[in-house]
């Protein structure tokens, strides 16, 4: 088995739009791009692109029109327009993801609360739209993991809603920890706070290029003119799929303090940190008192990130953490039409041969409510139609 990467060469650093025309210029199409965009409720933009060149690179620049439209949103806004939107659930998780990171980032530097967050430069439209389009077009390209070099931060200052900062901006500074870095090469902001959301939310690991068959090459052309092409550039190729044993990191706390009522909130943003699974299971400490011993496994890359939101989001004094193994088959999804609408099925594999294969839940709970069917027979109606697709291929 294969599967799709994108390697992000970050050589003039990234921002959003560079990211987008990179995607385009590897081959997204636009009016796919544009229709996915549709289907958030968000006017008052216009998508552009164009071919540019870039110290004699040809790039696409990709732009957000949007007037003279400069809205202050809070994270409570942006997520409902994301929710509120008809994209599939990786994009809309996708977006989260991103738009929470970033929060929590500005929450940090300017010492308030995430939801009293308000972005600047950052709540626009054409930010929404960079975030969102980035995941899109991730989505229709097939990318199932991102990976990027280390990151040129620039230098100097740049003018923000908060007066005259250093570069990187703070917010950029914040998400950019435990990325590798380097300063220089010229005095400009190559890394904006919208890119480095993106770029450390979804970048998988950070150094050389993974060995791939590369298939396309895209260059994103930034807005600067610069002695080097300012420009991202992006590699798509296949490589084999990782091997079915995984090195991961476990981290666990005992819990007998805290207000059951909270785990729900905590595993929530466990999983926006990174977490690869999180789990939980009834135990007795000492004086047979009843606690929660909280799981919670990730890659060693977000380690740290996920230790912060356990010590902040708990009552925890300390948290234990040891080298574990995974086996994981090979997985990937299939949609499949049923009389109660669309539902994806989520198909693990060894070998190439098919192992297992389970409906996903949210889709057949959701059309379960839409017609007032039993869920159970929406999720048998699903679990037949792709056995039934599944013959039809092999047949």
């Known amino acids: 088995m294969t599967k799709t990467i994108a390697y992000l060469d970050c050589f003039s650093g990234i921002s959003g739009n560079m990211l987008l025309g990179a995607l385009i210029d590897a081959g997204l199409s636009i009016d796919d791009l544009r229709a996915d ?17 870039k110290r004699g690179i040809a790039a696409t620049h990709v732009e957000v ?18 929710e509120q939107s008809t994209l599939p659930k990786e994009v809309t998780d996708c977006s989260r993801r991103i738009f929470t990171r970033l929060a929590e980032a500005e929450a940090r530097v300017h010492g308030q609360p995430v939801d009293e967050v308000h972005f600047h430069e950052v709540g626009a439209v054409d930010a929404i739209v960079d975030v969102v389009g980035a995941c899109c077009g991730l989505h229709r390209l097939g990318i199932a993991e991102v990976h990027a070099s280390p990151v040129p931060l ?14 990187p901006a703070p917010a950029t500074a914040e998400l950019l920890k435990n990325v590798p870095a380097y300063g220089g090469p010229v005095d400009a902001e190559l890394v904006t706070p919208t890119g480095a959301a993106i770029l450390t939310t979804l970048a998988r690991s950070y150094g ?15 807005t600067k003119d610069l002695p080097h092409p300012n420009a991202l550039r992006v590699f798509i190729g296949e490589m084999a799929a990782a091997p079915m044993e995984q090195r991961l990191v476990a981290l666990e706390t005992n819990l007998d ?3 059951p009522e909270f785990f729900d909130y905590l595993m929530d943003r466990l999983f ?9 299971t009834s135990i007795l400490m000492k004086k047979s008192r009843p606690a929660t011993l909280i799981t919670v496994l990730t890659d060693a890359a977000k380690t740290n990130a996920l230790r912060d939101v356990i010590f902040r989001e708990t009552t925890t004094l300390g948290i ?5 193994t995974r086996l994981c088959l090979d997985r990937e999804w299939h949609e499949v039409e049923t009389e109660f609408g669309p539902v994806r099925v989520k198909v693990g594999r060894a070998g190439g041969d098919i192992v297992t294969a389970a409906p996903e839940y949210e889709d057949c709970r959701r059309l379960a409510r839409e017609s007032g069917t039993p869920v159970k027979a929406v999720y048998q109606a699903a679990l037949s139609a792709f056995e039934r697709s599944t013959r039809k291929a092999e047949g």
């Open 257 to 259: 303090d805290m207000n």
């Open 65 to 82: 029109a949007t007037g003279h439209e400069h809205a202050h949103r809070g994270i409570k806004d942006i997520l409902q327009i994301i």
């Open 320 to 324: 234990r953490s040891y080298e574990v």
């Open 37 to 53: 965009l549709a289907r958030l409720p968000l006017k008052g933009y216009e998508l552009k692109a164009e071919r540019v060149t």
């Open 272 to 280: 926006a940190a990174g977490a690869l699974d999180v789990f939980y």
């Open 208 to 222: 050389p290029m993974p060995g791939i068959t590369v298939r396309a090459v895209g260059w994103g052309a930034g």
């Open 154 to 167: 620039g230098g100097g200052w740049v003018e923000t809603a908060h007066g005259r900062l250093p570069i």
